[in-house]
């Protein structure tokens, strides 16, 4: 299995960070049972393919506990999957499902997001191991096939992660730029931090699928609603942008919105930011910080983070 690319990561640190809205927005029964405000993750869970076979870091791996106060813990393991096909991920994930029973022994959940395999959007699949034609071993998991959910339908609900997924759900041809614009100008009056909404929009923009054309304009629209110059393509959104007095996209209140995303994940994952961590991250520009957020999702622990960013 390669290392995951930097979109990959990307995506699982949205959802690291919004594991809450994931839950409740695709597995309202599931996300039920558990108290969402005490999520502990594990970091990095290895599987080494015996005897010295190559090793597959896990997705996401969250521990949770019961919200009835029981003290039994359970694991939802969350595999991110964006080839275009179920078989690479199903010949996988019974050997992660089995590695994390023998050493967690805890009751595992598992979960696939397909960014590119639709399905029936929301549903369980079964993955058997026959000897010749008699089924010997069956394990069911849980998905979401992203294409095969309604863009417009999420895009309008409350829920903020489901806003910025849309833009990877199913779409009427031609309304793609349109979804994705809107669906940019709701993460922007979203009642979230500067962090979270620099966050789930960079989700928006990295995945949104459009040809190159298509790209461009949404790029260009995005840009005229958040700075104010007006291109004719998307004159009178950025107008009633104006009279809103949105001023989100100046390159000054770009680096303060990614700061802010990156000391909040920092925080979130290892404790308080050391003084001299939050310095360095003031002194960089856009890129550097959007690269410096990759680097918090994947760090094992602060001191991996301070190697990386070379503190």
């Not at 019974?94 to 029936?120: A, C, I, S």
């Given at each position: 299995?390669?290392?995951?690319?930097?979109?990959?990561?990307?995506?699982?640190?949205?959802?690291?960070?919004?594991?809450?809205?994931?839950?409740?927005?695709?597995?309202?029964?599931?996300?039920?049972?558990?108290?969402?405000?005490?999520?502990?993750?594990?970091?990095?869970?290895?599987?080494?393919?015996?005897?010295?076979?190559?090793?597959?870091?896990?997705?996401?791996?969250?521990?949770?506990?019961?919200?009835?106060?029981?003290?039994?813990?359970?694991?939802?393991?969350?595999?991110?999957?964006?080839?275009?096909?179920?078989?690479?991920?199903?010949?996988?994930?019974?050997?992660?499902?089995?590695?994390?029973?023998?050493?967690?022994?805890?009751?595992?959940?598992p979960v696939v997001l397909f960014l590119k395999v639709g399905?029936?959007?929301?549903?369980?699949?079964?993955?058997?191991?026959?000897?010749?034609?008699?089924?010997?071993?069956?394990?069911?998991?849980?998905?979401?096939?992203?294409?095969?959910?309604?863009?417009?339908?999420?895009?309008?609900?409350?829920?903020?992660?489901?806003?910025?997924?849309?833009?990877?759900?199913?779409?009427?041809?031609?309304?793609?730029?349109?979804?994705?614009?809107?669906?940019?100008?709701?993460?922007?009056?979203?009642?979230?931090?500067?962090?979270?909404?620099?966050?789930?929009?960079?989700?928006?923009?990295?995945?949104?699928?459009?040809?190159?054309?298509?790209?461009?304009?949404?790029?260009?629209?995005?840009?005229?609603?958040?700075?104010?110059?007006?291109?004719?393509?998307?004159?009178?959104?950025?107008?009633?942008?104006?009279?809103?007095?949105?001023?989100?996209?100046?390159?000054?209140?770009?680096?303060?919105?990614?700061?802010?995303?990156?000391?909040?994940?920092?925080?979130?994952?290892?404790?308080?930011?050391?003084?001299?961590?939050?310095?360095?991250?003031?002194?960089?520009?856009?890129?550097?910080?959007?690269?410096?957020?990759?680097?918090?999702?994947?760090?094992?622990?602060?001191?991996?983070?301070?190697?990386?960013?070379?503190?």
């Amino acid at each position: 299995m390669s290392e995951p690319t930097d979109h990959d990561q990307l995506f699982k640190t949205v959802i690291r960070e919004f594991f809450p809205d994931f839950l409740t927005l695709f597995f309202p029964a599931q996300a039920a049972r558990f108290d969402l405000s005490a999520v502990t993750w594990l970091t990095q869970e290895v599987f080494a393919a015996p005897p010295d076979g190559p090793k597959h870091v896990l997705d996401l791996v969250a521990q949770l506990r019961r919200a009835t106060g029981d003290p039994v813990l359970a694991l939802i393991h969350v595999e991110v999957e964006s080839a275009d096909s179920v078989t690479d991920i199903e010949g996988r994930l019974p050997d992660y499902y089995f590695h994390l029973r023998r050493t967690q022994r805890k009751p595992v959940l598992p979960v696939v997001l397909f960014l590119k395999v639709g399905l029936d959007g929301i549903g369980v699949r079964t993955i058997t191991d026959d000897w010749e034609d008699e089924p010997v071993l069956t394990l069911r998991y849980r998905y979401i096939g992203l294409p095969g959910l309604s863009g417009a339908e999420y895009l309008r609900g409350n829920n903020w992660l489901g806003v910025a997924l849309s833009a990877l759900m199913r779409v009427p041809r031609g309304q793609r730029v349109a979804l994705g614009v809107e669906a940019m100008d709701r993460i922007a009056d979203a009642p979230l931090t500067d962090g979270k909404k620099s966050l789930l929009g960079d989700c928006v923009e990295t995945y949104i699928d459009l040809p190159g054309d298509d790209l461009e304009r949404f790029r260009g629209m995005i840009e005229a609603n958040a700075t104010g110059r007006v291109p004719a393509v998307n004159k009178t959104r950025v107008q009633l942008a104006e009279e809103r007095g949105v001023e989100k996209g100046i390159e000054k209140g770009e680096r303060r919105a990614r700061r802010a995303m990156v000391l909040e994940l920092l925080e979130a994952r290892f404790g308080p930011v050391p003084t001299e961590i939050v310095e360095r991250i003031e002194t960089l520009d856009i890129d550097a910080l959007r690269a410096t957020l990759l680097k918090v999702g994947t760090a094992e622990s602060l001191a991996a983070f301070r190697t990386a960013v070379g503190l």
